[in-house]
């Protein structure tokens, strides 16, 4: 079997590409018994795909990948989702498929890869890439044994990261010579110290999050040793580029709205108990919470200055964060300095890579499966040319 293209990975990015390159011969080969699973999963099956604001400097773990994203951008993206006949929505600059479906992106991505061409192979994994005369030897296997080999061309490594329920797949590059960094995870709940968030488990609050420098505003749910929801996992994402560490302090400001002195004031004014007045803003348990940290009980008069400074300054301390299994999207990858602005390998001519097998990671919002959709863009701009 012959191609001008052997794409391995049938994910975000391997789709993506596959669906762009209607004028070559194209395989996917895909060790999961159907392409996109984890597509399926994401924005909680809503498919967060992209984001429409502009970048900041953290969006990203390094600024190679801002400038890729700079380069072909969200309008871009969505210009070709058009095209292959997608709508959709965005709620807070986040963008979502119009049926709020990943299903809906995901079926997209299959019609425009097999409209395109590709030949798609599931149940194969992919367990060596070996460069031979004009190209690649792709060698797969699949569940009862049976092995193919796959010669193309060019090679894309589409293989994702092991953050959920994906794969590390790394070691079919590392063996052409290229180094990585070791996965680990980012956009993960966090781990704190149990006292803080002793009762909490299940209470969701909007609320922004202060870890050193920078301030996440979102939502967090309390978990029984922890914090996740959307502000907690970008802080993960901080620990993952190592400025966070074990035992560094985190603070919640349950009412970033609202300065201290004002709410200082209201406290101090009011004629009302503590729980009175923390029940008019908060969870029952969260305002227990807040009253135990300012030392009083729901049933005396505030302290205000006490009650203020725990409402908006609630300490937990960073204890870690969970594992891959509960991880969006891994640290960690291939390095961009060993891919041309081609993302094409400066080691090995012909061997690609895009997405998440890359060392690139930004923070929820559609930031990952931009960083997916553009950097298969890119390749597929370099295949065509
Ligand atoms: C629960 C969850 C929710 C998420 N929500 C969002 C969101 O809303 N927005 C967002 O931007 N990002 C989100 N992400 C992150 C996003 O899904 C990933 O960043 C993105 O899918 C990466 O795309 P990829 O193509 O690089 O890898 P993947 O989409 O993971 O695809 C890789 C594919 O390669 C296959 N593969 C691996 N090894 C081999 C091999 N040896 N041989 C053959 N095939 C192989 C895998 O089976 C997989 O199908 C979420 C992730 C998770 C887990």
């Not at 367990?127 to 193309?152: M, P, Q, Y």
């Not at 919640?252 to 201290?260: A, L, N, S």
Request: proline share 2%; hydrophobic share 45%.
């Amino acid at each position: 079997m012959r191609y001008d293209v052997a794409i391995i990975g049938g994910g975000a990015a391997g789709l993506y590409l596959a669906s762009r390159l209607s004028s070559l011969g194209v395989a996917v080969i895909e060790s999961g018994a159907r392409v996109g699973r984890k597509l399926l999963a994401t924005g909680n099956g809503r498919c967060n795909l992209t984001f429409l604001r502009p970048l900041r400097n953290d969006d990203y773990n390094c600024r190679e990948a801002a400038v890729f994203v700079g380069r072909i951008s969200p309008d871009d993206t969505l210009a070709h989702f058009s095209a292959l006949g997608l709508r959709t929505r965005t709620e807070e600059d986040r963008v979502y498929p119009y049926s709020l479906t990943a299903a809906s992106v995901l079926d997209c991505l299959r019609r425009g890869a097999a409209r395109a061409g590709a030949d798609i192979f599931t149940g194969a994994r992919v367990i060596a890439v070996r460069k031979e005369s004009g190209g690649f030897a792709v060698d797969s296997l699949s569940a009862d044994g049976t092995a193919k080999t796959v010669s193309a061309a060019s090679v894309v490594l589409a293989t994702g990261s092991d953050a959920g329920f994906g794969e590390d797949s790394l070691s079919l590059y590392t063996a052409l010579g290229h180094t990585r960094r070791q996965f680990s995870p980012s956009l993960v709940p966090l781990l704190t110290d149990k006292e803080s968030v002793k009762g909490l488990s299940g209470v969701r609050v909007r609320c922004a999050l202060r870890a050193g420098d920078a301030v996440e505003e979102g939502e967090i749910l309390f978990r029984d040793n922890g914090l996740s929801g959307i502000a907690a996992m970008n802080v993960s994402a901080l620990y993952a580029r190592g400025k966070l560490g074990r035992g560094d302090a985190l603070f919640i400001d349950f009412v970033p709205e609202i300065p201290r002195e004002i709410l200082e004031e209201e406290f101090a004014a009011s004629n009302l108990t503590v729980g009175e007045l923390l029940g008019g803003y908060f969870h029952t348990r969260v305002a227990e919470r807040i009253a135990a940290r300012a030392g009083q009980t729901l049933s005396d008069v505030p302290d205000g200055k006490a009650l203020a400074a725990a409402v908006k300054s609630y300490a937990l301390t960073l204890e870690g964060v969970r594992g891959k299994d509960a991880a969006q999207v891994m640290s960690g990858g291939l390095p961009l300095s060993e891919f041309d602005d081609d993302l094409m390998s400066v080691l090995c001519a012909g061997a690609y890579a895009v997405g998440e097998a890359l060392d690139v990671d930004g923070v929820c919002g559609g930031f990952n499966l931009q960083w997916a959709w553009t950097s298969a863009e890119v390749v597929a701009r370099a295949l065509l040319r």
